[in-house]
């Protein structure tokens, strides 16, 4: 990659995949256009594919054909964005038959108690990835993994190397249809799933969002009450835990901060940890995620209004958030910042540990020194972005966060310039050239 150059400015779809988007386009100015998908038709198709016919509790009609409508009328999906769209409804509707099957057949699942979740909160791209990488890694915690949340049926350990292996084709395929995304943020099988992923058999989740360029569902979806989407979230915890238990859930998702009342009114006694990191460099990370992300899906996809987007969002969210959290017991929730994970991230989970009274095993700090030395060889490159380029100043950015920075005393920006993923990774250049790598290796942590 140019060291002069951002990695969206690098972005370039391979070419099988061009002449494919290609050829949907030429078929789009022909009187050949495939139909709008509607919610009743891939309602009845995943009825006939799983041959079932009960998605339990709580209603899911109006929020499926909101997205699809659109997706089909704003999102101006290549022809890969279509399947994918049907691909992944479908794939949903069908887990969702499914679950519902196995608490009939498993009635225990409905029994399962999840007592003290932790939830990883903070502007995203502000470190709540690496946190929930290394709390994971704790023997004592549980988080949902990727290819469990994919294929989450049957709640046992049958099958678990197959879905296994499946989840990761279906890495290896994403990584081939956006391969500048693996720049940007981590995609594997037994990579740590955000809570969003949970949410979305409801069809209200922020996913969708990230994926597609989708104003009218983003409208109606921020004026949901989030607590049936919550409930779910629940449903879906109680079966990835009837499959294997652990003392504690750590869940991770920066979308929470916008919900906090519902997710409080489902997990009472929830626990939260808060990252903090300048919002200009959050915001001009996420908005190079989100454009990549969406440009899988979609050939028009414009940067300046998907950071326009991210900031009215966050900003609001933020707020929103500050006044909510404000009830919560301080030693409910602890405050961690970007810089500090970065410097020494064991070090800040043994204070999020001390500050709620955990224990912190040897063999705990153990798994996270090797997961930390895996990630710096595996660290495929860098990303790069600039937040010029999607037209907002750093001016702009603060005076929308001005009462997050003030309350928490975060820095200003400190000049235009181009941050690379070394700022974003779970471990920063300056870290590299530490001893925390080499220490890890010495003791024969690095070959796992």
Same mark, same amino acid.
């Given at each position: 990659?140019?060291?002069?150059?951002?990695?969206? !400015?690098?972005?370039?779809?391979l070419?099988?995949v061009?002449?494919?988007?290609g050829?949907?386009?030429?078929l789009? #100015?022909?009187r050949?256009?495939?139909?709008p998908a509607?919610a009743?038709?891939?309602?009845?198709?995943a #009825?006939?594919?799983c041959?079932?016919?009960?998605?339990?509790?709580? %209603?899911f009609?109006?929020?499926?054909?909101?997205?699809?409508?659109?997706?089909?009328?704003?999102?101006?999906l290549?022809?890969?964005?279509?399947?994918a769209?049907r691909?992944d409804?479908?794939q949903?509707?069908?887990?969702?038959?499914?679950?519902?099957?196995?608490?009939?057949?498993?009635?225990?699942i409905?029994?399962?108690?999840i007592?003290?979740?932790?939830?990883?909160?903070?502007?995203?791209?502000?470190?709540?990835?690496?946190?929930?990488?290394?709390?994971?890694?704790?023997?004592?915690?549980?988080?949902?993994?990727m290819? %469990?949340?994919?294929?989450?049926?049957?709640p046992?350990?049958?099958?678990e190397?197959?879905?296994?292996q499946?989840?990761?084709?279906?890495? #290896?395929?994403?990584?081939?249809?956006?391969?500048?995304?693996?720049y940007?943020h981590?995609?594997?099988?037994?990579v740590?799933?955000?809570?969003?992923?949970?949410?979305?058999?409801?069809?209200?989740?922020?996913?969708?969002?990230?994926?597609?360029?989708?104003?009218?569902? /983003?409208?109606?979806?921020?004026? !949901?009450?989030?607590?049936p989407?919550?409930?779910?979230h629940?449903?879906?915890l109680?079966?990835?835990?009837?499959?294997?238990a652990?003392?504690r859930?750590?869940?991770?998702?920066?979308?929470?901060?916008?919900?906090?009342?519902a997710?409080?009114?489902?997990?009472?006694?929830?626990?939260f940890?808060q990252?903090?990191?300048?919002?200009?460099?959050?915001?001009?990370?996420?908005?190079?995620?989100?454009?990549i992300?969406?440009s899988?899906?979609?050939?028009?996809?414009d940067?300046?209004?998907?950071? /326009?987007?991210?900031?009215?969002?966050?900003?609001e969210?933020?707020?929103?958030?500050?006044?909510?959290?404000?009830?919560l017991?301080?030693?409910?929730?602890?405050?961690?910042?970007?810089?500090?994970i970065?410097?020494?991230?064991?070090?800040?989970?043994r204070?999020?540990?001390?500050h709620?009274?955990?224990?912190?095993?040897?063999?705990?700090?153990?798994?996270?020194?090797?997961?930390?030395?895996?990630?710096?060889?595996?660290?495929?490159?860098?990303?790069r972005y600039?937040?010029?380029?999607f037209g907002?100043s750093?001016?702009k950015?603060?005076t929308a966060?001005?009462?997050y920075?003030?309350?928490f005393?975060?820095?200003?920006?400190?000049? %235009?310039k181009?941050?690379?993923?070394l700022?974003?990774?779970?471990l920063?250049?300056?870290?590299r050239?530490s001893?925390?790598v080499?220490?890890?290796?010495?003791?024969?942590?690095?070959?796992?």
């Amino acid at each position: 990659m140019n060291a002069s150059s951002t990695t969206l !400015q690098q972005m370039r779809p391979l070419l099988p995949v061009r002449l494919l988007n290609g050829c949907g386009a030429l078929l789009e #100015k022909t009187r050949i256009r495939a139909k709008p998908a509607l919610a009743i038709d891939l309602i009845e198709t995943a #009825k006939r594919r799983c041959r079932l016919d009960d998605f339990g509790e709580g %209603e899911f009609f109006e929020g499926l054909s909101r997205l699809l409508e659109s997706c089909h009328g704003e999102a101006r999906l290549n022809l890969i964005g279509k399947i994918a769209l049907r691909t992944d409804v479908l794939q949903t509707l069908c887990s969702r038959l499914q679950m519902e099957r196995d608490r009939q057949l498993y009635p225990n699942i409905a029994h399962q108690e999840i007592r003290e979740p932790l939830f990883i909160v903070g502007l995203p791209r502000s470190g709540t990835t690496l946190l929930h990488s290394l709390l994971a890694a704790d023997p004592e915690h549980r988080c949902p993994l990727m290819w %469990e949340v994919r294929s989450p049926t049957p709640p046992t350990l049958a099958d678990e190397k197959r879905r296994v292996q499946r989840a990761t084709r279906s890495c #290896k395929f994403f990584n081939w249809l956006a391969p500048t995304f693996r720049y940007v943020h981590a995609v594997g099988a037994e990579v740590p799933q955000e809570c969003i992923s949970l949410m979305t058999p409801t069809f209200m989740s922020d996913q969708f969002d990230a994926m597609y360029y989708v104003p009218s569902y /983003r409208a109606w979806f921020f004026q !949901q009450d989030l607590r049936p989407a919550y409930e779910y979230h629940r449903r879906f915890l109680q079966h990835l835990q009837f499959r294997r238990a652990a003392p504690r859930w750590i869940l991770k998702a920066p979308t929470h901060m916008f919900a906090l009342p519902a997710l409080l009114s489902v997990y009472p006694d929830a626990l939260f940890v808060q990252t903090h990191r300048t919002p200009i460099d959050a915001m001009a990370s996420v908005s190079s995620l989100v454009t990549i992300l969406r440009s899988a899906f979609s050939d028009a996809v414009d940067p300046v209004t998907v950071c /326009r987007e991210a900031i009215d969002y966050w900003s609001e969210t933020m707020d929103k958030f500050l006044n909510e959290r404000d009830r919560l017991a301080s030693k409910r929730i602890c405050d961690v910042e970007y810089d500090e994970i970065s410097r020494d991230p064991i070090a800040a989970v043994r204070r999020i540990s001390d500050h709620f009274g955990w224990s912190f095993s040897k063999q705990a700090e153990q798994r996270m020194r090797v997961l930390v030395a895996k990630h710096a060889e595996r660290q495929p490159g860098n990303h790069r972005y600039h937040l010029s380029q999607f037209g907002f100043s750093a001016d702009k950015v603060l005076t929308a966060f001005a009462p997050y920075c003030q309350r928490f005393g975060l820095p200003p920006f400190d000049g %235009e310039k181009v941050w690379s993923s070394l700022r974003d990774s779970p471990l920063p250049e300056t870290q590299r050239r530490s001893g925390f790598v080499s220490v890890a290796k010495n003791n024969g942590e690095a070959g796992g």
